[in-house]
Structures are given as structure tokens and as C-alpha cells.
């Protein structure tokens, strides 16, 4: 996707590159439809990934609140009538009630906000169900905590972009007792009747028979569930000696355990009663609908999983009968559990007994389990979404028999992301996240994208943590990449890249090392292990044994200091989220002590010698600026000048000046100054109160002592420092119609002192402002400064909540730059990256 706009600042084009969001915990959340996309919900947004690229392909803003779930119309159950569509329609629901349908377009993958429900459920939506009547008509429903149960039929249009119709059959009220789960589905052989089963808090499962005009009523409840049904699924019609007369509805709980329920059409002329067999045994209720009466029995019991049964799909029908009639349904269950498994079930042929067949999962120590398993339309796929906001999928490559593998899937933090940053060579992104986790993202050559580039992945997970992280920066300059990170405690933490790390960026980004050669000698450390509070990640070196490391502290192998060995391997291809989550881990070097509070706010110089951090405050004792000497990281100086937390800071490009915002709506100018000895001497040059309200963001001229500050009174404001004596505005730029949260500013020319700043907003919009400088003759005046809108990013680019950090990556040659990339990050969990042609 691209957005190109003028805007008088000359023609821009932007690209989105890369994506990477994790999925809201939540059951129900994640759908494959038939089109073979997958959709979740990322915070408030709808986000669409292809299983095939592993890249998420868009995020759909419209939603107010975190989207629980999602659902395909036509689902995977049905692609068999999705041969011929041009157009597919995905439902997602928000804690806040709201139903939005939208529309895929597939001949050029564009999507349409169609509409949003007229009648909203009063609180969070828990699941929403469908089936596919004809090509063209739906009917779904979808309930909440507020127990009510809406059923609706939506009619797609025949031309592009004409009207869904859209009509309300029932509103059903089921009581105090909140449903969680529902499936619905056409009765074999009673034309225009449907079956709605409804499950949750009580138990029991409740079947609801309706005819297409609408009004469903009780037909009976099954019981047999100990705990909490959280999954129902009916499968396609059943032939028994070619005729339809039979419907499989299978069911989980929280009980563990699962039930396949068998409804036999009991019709005088086709109702044989069946020698009582193994396979169904126990008789239930009898359903009526209109002049057809169902036997429903208990068809088997599959007992295998260890904890709650989150969820059980039927296996969609692979192959089309060519005389048109339905499908054959495979007699084939996927369960997925928070025992961190996801089974196959299938019933033996002699004796029709159900066994598992296939199991995958039994994931490492830091996965807490699944909450969802989904079937590919074709059947060979496999896919499960975690606790910890991952995705899981395995592809069945074998020929004649089952050979499941892991594959690649995108991922990303499943918390807002706080902030940023680029390596110094730029070979890779690193971000960090209130998920408590820091990630690297890299292109990784050989792996093409859509765009026809390499693809990014998420390559390392250096640090996980026991805090939500806030802040962190990259050490410029020479020697082993290092980063320091400040979560919501008062030590900054210091983290130094593996030879691991080291060799797998080697592989990703396929360039001359990055590093000196002789660094990967000296670097001894081979990775890190987790301590057992998974607060501090200790080196393992590159010659350790086993009886070493015990030696460091642990006398036995089974202590409470100590967890399962991780295995630091380098990787010639994107690792998965296994191997993510445990082999990857950065060693901590220094932790830096003196903050009062929890750290808010870092920032590197560009010679890689001091770092810069605050902290949150109330007083203007906490709101000091520590600075700490790269290397020895010792505190060098303590900067006084806020009374409320910094929000950020920024040394100048020639490292001489270090500018401050803060919540105190001021901002400081503090001159630095290096003395031969390696002291450090801090003089407030300017402090102003500069905005409003609370100014979050700034960014310096990359060819100058000018910098712009954006505030929540929605205004960008840029100052110019005269003579390092004091500062002067020059320009305000017009009034956005957002909290400004973000800037960064890139220099693209430097004769014409001309470059871009990105301005991100509240409301997960950014905007790019052409900047063009002109300095007077007298050195006493105050440069000159035209602004110009140069575009717009398209919403469907932008995040759909506040942007918290936008960042240029460091191109080598700003004199003539045509291309650069902008990485941003924001509380709707994802982290973009986008290419700017100028």
C-alpha cells in the first residue's frame, strides 16, 4: 500500500514495509477465512496476516475499543462455495459492544468500512458465528457478557461497492449466565431451517431451532459438561449410505474434556434405528423443527488434553464432489488447549473409536498456553494463538503420511509498544514494550516480500523481562552492539549482543559484518540464560560446560536459581517463536543505580560516550537527568532544571547541546561540554515554558542547532538555539487535529538545509512536513523557515492508537537522499516501518 500526496511540498510516495503485532489474549479472537487470510485483534485494531508470507498485510482502524473477536464470512468451513467470490466479508467485535462488517475486495486486496451494526450489544462482544446460506446471503450471531444473543442475515451485494442488506431475525436474552461460545448451522434435510447452539457459564449447551424469516425458539439443552463450554462447531452435513441425514456438533469445556453430539434426522420414511454401537450409545433429547424431529446422542467422549479445552474446529472439506451437492465432511477434530497442545482427532476405521492422532505444541517454559485452534481451508495447516500474544502454525509436508511442521509466522508485542530505536548500522530495529519484552525486527535477505523486497521478521527477543519496559537506546559508536533499557523500576538495565546475535544478523542481512572482524573473537559470550524470576539474564560463554556454570553459584541442577538451559544457536533463517522466546536472550552487562522512580526516558549522543535518563517525577529533586559514561558507566552529572517527568530527551547532532521536554510543558537546553580529562561540565543554557499542555515529543535539526517540540495542545513548534546563548521561535506549525506524541526529523539536503519531519499523532495518524532552512547573512538573526505539508499517510498505513515514537533509520549520505525508512511504534502494539521516496 502507498499513500502519494503533493501537499506543496513536492511529490511524496510512501510504501508500508513491515508490520509486526501480537494478538489480544482473548479467546475467539482469530479467524481464517476462506480467502486464506488470517484476521486477529491487535488493541483496537483489525489486523489481516497471509500464512503463506508471513507478514501481516494491513491493520483496519474503526474500532474504539480492543477488538475480542473476529470472524470470515465465508469462514474456512466454507470455502467450497468461495470458488467464484470476488469479494469477502469479516466481521469483528469490540469490549465495547460494537459489530463492524467489512469488505475484502480480492482482484485488487482493498478494504471498505461497509458498516457498523445498528444494534450494539451492551457490553463486550465474547463470540460471533456464521453460515454461508448461498453465495450471497449470511446469517450469524453473535452474543456478550450482557446476555443477549443477536441473530442476523446480511445479503452481499452483486456489484462492487453496492449496499450490504443487513436485517435482525431474533434478539434472544438468555439470562444472567453469560454465553461464550456459539455455532450455528442449516439442519440436513428440512430446507430453511437452522440450528443455533449456545454455550457458557451454566454447563449446559442450548440448542435454539429458527427459520430464515427469523424467531428462534428453546428446543432443548444437553448436558453432560462439569465446567464452562468455551467452544462449539457443527460440521457440514453427515452421509450415511448417500443420503443427508445427519449433523455432528463437537464441543469443548473447560471440563477438559470434549463431546462429539450426533443429531439424526428422525423421519418415518428415513429413520432406521441404528444397532447400538460403541460409537453412539447414549440417547438425548429429540429437536423439533417444523414437521422434522432430530434424535441427538453422544457420539464419543475425547479425553486427552490435560487443562481447559479453549477451542474445537472440524476439519473444512478439502475436495468438491463435481455434481454440486455439499461436500463429504472429514470425520476430523482440532483442539487446542491451555495445556500448550493443540490434537488431531480422528475415529479409528474398524472400530470407530475417536483417538488422537496428531499432537504439536508442548511449547517452551514461557508459553502459558492456547486459546484458539484453526483449520486452513485446505486442510494442511494448522494454526494456534497463545497467552503470550503469539502465533503458532505447523503444515502438515507430508506425502504419505503426517509430517507436521513448524512455519514462520509474523509476530510482535501483544502490549503498547514504548519506544524505539535503530542500530547504529541500521541492519535492524529494536523495540520495546510494556509486554515486558524487547524485540529486534531485520529484513532478512532470500525471504522475498509482497513489495518485492527482502521480508522483515522478528529476529532476537534479547530481554524478557519482570517489568513493563518504557525507554530504551542504542550505544552509538564503535565496538559490540549494546542497547540500555529503563522499565517500571529504578535501575536502568545495560545489554550486550552475543556471538549468537552476532552471526544471526550476519545471515539476515547478508552484508559485510557490521562489526569489526576481529570483534566476534573477543566477544566470549555465546547467549543468555533467564534466572528463575526472570529478572536479570546471565551469560553463557562461548567454552562453558555444564559443571562451569554450576559452579557459578548453582551446586545442583534442579535449584530454584536455576531454569531449564537455554541453547543460544545462530540462525540461516528467521527463527520461530519457540526458538524466539528462549534462545535468544542478551546478556546484562551493568545495571545503573541513582533514579528515584520508575525510568521514563533515554537517549544515546552520536559519538556512543554518554547516555542521558530521567525518570517519572513529581518534585524537581526526581526530575533530574542522569548522565552515564558509556563503558565504565559511571554517573557523570545530574542535570536539575524540571519539576515533572521528562518525558524525552536528545543530544544535538554534534553532541554540544542535550534538549529536554517535559511534562512541566517547559523545555531545557543544556550545553555540554567535554573536557580532555573525560569530566563532563552541564550548563542550563535556555529553559521556557514552550506549550499548553504536556509537550511529549522533540527532535533536533539533523544539520543544526534547530528542533521542534510537539505538545498535547496539538501544535509543533520549531526554536532555533542563537549563538548557544539562547533560543528563539520561528515557526508554529498549523494546529493538528491530534495530541502531537511523536517527532523525528531527517535531513535529505544538506546545502538546502532541507529535510522532513514526521509528526505522529493521538490518534495513530502521521503526517510528513517538508522543512527548508535559510540562514541570514548577519549570524545574528534567526534563520528562516518554510514549512510545507508533504503528505498524509493513509490511515490503513497509520496505527490506530496514539503513536508513542517515530524514528528515521541513519542513512549514510543525507546530501542527496531520494529513500529513507521512518519506524514508528504505538499503544495499538505494532511497530511499522515505512519507505519514503522524496
Known sequence: MSAANGGGGGEIEVNRVFIAAGCNRIVNNVSWGACDLISFGAQNAVAIFCPKTAQILTTLPGHKASVNCTYWLPSNKFAFKAKDLERHYLLSGDTDGVIILWELSLADRKWRHVLQLPQSHKKGVTCITGTMVSQSDAIFASTSSDGAVHVWEVVFPSTKGGDCKLSCLESLFVGSKAVVALSLAELPGNAGHLVLAMGGLDNKIHLYCGQRTGKFVHACELKGHTDWIRSLDFSLPVCTNGEVISVLLVSSSQDKVIRIWKMALRNQGTYRKEKISLASYIEGPVLVAGSSSYQISVESLLIGHEDWVYSVQWEPPSTVPSDGIAPEQPLSILSASMDKTMMIWKPERTTGIWMNVVSVGELSHSALGFYGGHWSPDGRSILAHGYGGSFHLWKNVGEDRDNWQPQKVPSGHFAPVTDIAWARSSDYLL?????????????????????GGNSWHEVARPQVHGHDINCVTIIQGKGNHRFVCGADEK???????????LKTINHATSQESSFPEDLQVDVQILGANMSALGLSQKPIYVNATRETQDRDGNDGFDTLESVPDAVPVVFTEPPIEDQLAWHTLWPESHKLYGHGNELFSLCCDHQGKLVASSCKAQSTAVAEIWLWEVGSWKAMGRLQSHSLT???????????????????????VFVIHRTGTGEINSQLLARQEAHKRIIW????NPFGHEFATGSRDKTVKIWSVENESSVKQILTLPPFHSSVTALSWVGLDRQRNHGLLAVGMESGLIELWSLSLSRPNDCTAAPTITAALATKLNPLMCHVSAVNRLAWKNHEKPENCRTVQLASCGADNSVRVFQVNV
Open 646 to 668: 521528562v518525558t524525552q530527551i536528545a543530544f544535538s547532532h554534534d553532541d554540544k547541546l542535550l534538549l529536554s521536554v517535559s511534562r512541566d510543558r517547559q523545555f531545557s
Open 697 to 700: 515529543s522533540c527532535s533536533w
Open 431 to 451: 523495540s520495546v514494550s510494556h509486554d515486558q519484552t524487547t524485540r529486534v525486527f531485520a529484513p532478512w535477505k532470500n525471504v522475498a516480500s509482497l513489495t
Open 491 to 501: 535501575v536502568a538495565r545495560v545489554f550486550e549482543a552475543p556471538l549468537s546475535f
